[in-house]
């Protein structure tokens, strides 16, 4: 699989710009910029939502107030301005769409326009996508043949109307409203997003898939997203990103939360494709988020991630490996160019015995951008036989960036086993040299070179997303060799 | 098929070629021998098209086309190989990736189709039986975990896929076993045709026993200063280079 795509993927490589920096015309219904009290009230009650979620929302925006925005991670960026951003942003529509055929055909272009199309997913890849543009869930696909298997996937407005009971059960019980500024945030004012339950040992039999968009310009995208596995249960589950070109800064703040159940197996796939800025470092999204799992006995749960985009990047993907014989796995590829900047890493919270945990990091620097792997292995008294290999390579393709590794090790149990290997390298010139001497332009050898550095990292990715991280990576690498 | 003529070069202001001149027919295979630190690496790296040489005089046309104005990859394409002395190892990009890479970019260039996957792969099998390399070295990332003589082996098999009209061989003997020579050398001989050439560059005349060449020159001092046929290389064999050092100096 990977010997053909990485071959296929430099055909898009005349692709110099992003390519997702375009605007959908569509009529917004946003409220008013600001955030107080009312606001959120007024959020709430759009969304028809319960009472128990508006005084959720409320407290978590009490505790927000109290709270002061974090400046520990290794980036430096204009703190985005609270009261200037409009909390709820969306596409006008007066009524729910029954069936792909009933959706704005403007909407219907931009998911094209992103290589999205539900159409052809439907017919090609038997991918059921769920299409969330500013805040709000447009669209969400086979619905009815997930039904069937009991399987629930759908926005996190529905699940709040029609499964309240398993959300109530569930959200904020592995990212508490108080975990840290950007979830507390988010919880206060969060729009829309995914929820997916998985029934007792039932296999998802496809792909589950939520595509963000950010269109309006001045909004903030919060949106949620709550996946729980029951026992022996298995699901794979993608999320995409892109955002249109803007001069201004957009902030993302995003909360994740996974919860695998007994036996259950979660994999979690995400190509992250913010708008990165210009070259000159002007706009870009701030990606903001807590990504968090927990593990029952014997479950399992694997972030695989492509940080492409984002102007700033502050992002963690963590496992709780709470149950005995528990797993959780972290594969990442983080690329910065220009003038990005990315902190990003894993924790790995090792409770229960015999937990075992595996973090493969590639962060890959070009321009003039600073890139930090941060991670922390942290084996609680308990957890006897615990086990953890890291591995974290920094590739340079510039002399002007940076490449930083911050990891921590706690460990209370002498019974575990911790391995942490680091390496950072420059791209060669020899090879590059030695590819162009075999007739291979210096943009394809680039590409080459990078996708075989972070190849184990994109075999995690289902099938259709490692073609498209290919090219991704491909393109956020332009040009960068210095 | 390619001509040099009077050709100076520089590396961080040293000169290291002094005016060196050698013309090379269609059909041909031309051997360059000379001691260490003569410019022989130099003449295989300027070919290819490497920046860090600063050309100060002369011209190189391969095919009537001005090669210093083409750039490492045009070269390639326009049918250079280079097998390196040293092979670069590329982790994670597996061979016949690479490979599938260089010969589409190399089709596109003169307007053809990417190759089928079939025929790639039967391509593939044909060519590694010829320089006797296990197939599964194909599948494996780009020289990396590979010994030296199927680093060399694989260059060899790269120029059979790549089927250059002009192959320049950097030392490829160095650092092989005899056997592994003789498989080398038999890949080369068996890619001989009457409209490809080679250059073959190397320290002993061990490997002229195996592909034998119309020509050999001797290099010295950035400079082509003798040239004749196969039966040099074993004068050179026998008496070292000091005697020409001495017959130039007479």
């Known amino acids: ?482 | 098929m390619i001509k040099i003529k009077n050709l100076h070069a520089n590396i961080e202001g040293k000169e290291i070629l002094k005016g060196l001149d050698l013309e090379v027919n269609a059909g041909e295979v031309h051997a360059i021998m000379g001691p260490n630190g003569a410019g022989k690496s130099t003449l295989a790296s300027i070919l290819a098209g490497r920046e860090e040489y600063e050309i100060t005089a002369g011209s190189i046309t391969f095919d009537g086309i001005d090669l210093l104005e083409l750039s490492t990859e045009e070269r390639a394409r326009e049918g250079l190989f280079l097998a390196f002395q040293y092979p670069v190892e590329i982790p994670g990009v597996s061979n016949i990736n690479f490979l599938r890479t260089a010969l589409n970019e190399i089709r596109e260039y003169k307007g053809q189709e990417p190759i089928s996957a079939k025929d790639f792969m039967q391509m593939v099998r044909d060519k590694s039986a010829l320089v006797e390399l296990d197939s599964k070295l194909a599948n494996r990332s780009v020289n990396e975990g590979f010994s030296g003589g199927e680093k060399k082996r694989n260059e060899i098999f790269q120029m059979a896929m790549l089927d250059p009209k002009l192959a320049i061989l950097d030392e490829t003997d160095s650092g092989l076993d005899i056997d592994a020579l003789r498989i080398v050398a038999n890949g080369v001989n068996k890619l001989k045709t009457p409209h490809n050439a080679s250059i073959v560059i190397t320290h002993y005349q061990r490997l002229l026993d195996y592909i034998v060449p119309d020509f050999v020159h001797v290099l010295y001092d950035g400079k082509i200063v003798k040239t004749g046929p196969k039966e040099l290389a074993l004068t050179l064999e026998e008496k070292g280079y000091d005697w020409i050092k001495e017959s130039i100096l007479s």
């Open chain 1, 1 to 482: 699989m990977a010997n053909y795509t990485e071959n296929e993927l430099a055909k898009d490589l005349e692709n110099q710009e992003y390519k997702f920096g375009f605007v959908t015309d569509i009529e917004t219904e946003k409220v008013p910029s600001g955030l107080d009290e009312d606001i959120i009230r007024l959020i709430s009650s759009k969304k028809n939502e319960p009472s128990w979620l508006l005084d959720y929302r409320l407290n978590a925006f009490e505790t927000w107030k109290k709270m002061v925005e974090p400046e520990w991670a290794h980036v430096r960026y204009e703190k985005p301005k609270f009261q200037e951003i409009t909390y709820y942003a969306a596409p006008k529509q007066t009524k729910k769409y029954e069936s792909w055929e009933d959706v704005d055909p403007e909407m219907k272009e931009t998911m094209t326009k992103l290589g999205i199309s539900l159409e052809e997913q439907q017919r090609l890849t038997g991918v059921a996508v769920d299409f969330v543009m500013d805040s709000v869930s447009v669209a969400t696909s086979f619905k009815e043949k997930l039904k069937e298997l009991g399987i629930i996937f759908c926005s996190f407005s529905d699940a709040v109307q029609e499964h309240p009971d398993l959300v109530k059960k569930y959200m904020g019980t592995v990212v508490p409203t108080t975990d840290n500024f950007y979830a507390a945030l988010n919880s206060a004012v969060f729009t829309d997003g995914s929820f997916c339950y998985i029934p007792k040992g039932v296999r998802c039999p496809m792909e589950l898939s939520t595509y963000f968009r950010i269109n309006a310009g001045g909004t903030g995208q919060f949106e949620r997203t709550l996946v729980v596995a029951d026992e022996g249960s298995y699901v794979s589950y993608l999320e995409g990103c892109t955002a249109p070109q803007r001069d201004e800064n957009q902030l993302h703040a995003a909360v994740v939360e996974l919860i695998a159940l007994e036996s259950a197996e979660i994999k979690y796939s995400t190509v992250q494709n913010w708008y990165p800025g210009d070259k000159e470092g002007k706009g870009g999204v701030f990606n903001f988020v807590t990504k968090r799992g927990i593990c029952e006995r014997n479950a399992k749960i694997s972030w695989t991630q492509v940080e492409t985009g984002s102007a700033v990047t502050w992002k963690y993907p963590s496992c709780i490996l709470k149950g005995d014989h528990s797993v959780g796995e972290f594969y990442s590829v983080a690329v910065t160019n220009n003038y990005q900047q990315a902190d990003t890493g894993t924790k790995m919270v090792h409770l229960g015995k015999n937990t075992k945990s595996t973090i493969i990091s590639k962060g890959i620097s070009a321009g003039k951008s600073q890139n930090s792997y941060r991670g922390l292995v942290q084996i609680h008294k308990n957890a006897q036989q615990a086990r953890n290999f890291s591995q974290c390579d920094s590739l340079l393709m510039t002399d002007e960036c940076g490449a930083h590794t911050f990891p921590y090790i706690e460990c209370k149990n002498p019974t575990a086993k911790i391995e942490h290997e680091a390496t950072t390298s420059k791209i060669g010139e020899d090879q590059l040299f030695y590819c162009m001497q075999r007739g291979i332009s210096e943009e394809k050898a680039i590409s080459l070179i990078v996708n075989g550095y972070c190849k184990e990292v994109l075999n995690q990715l289902p099938m259709e997303f490692a073609v498209e991280a290919q090219k991704l990576l491909a393109i956020s690498l332009e040009g960068s060799v210095g």
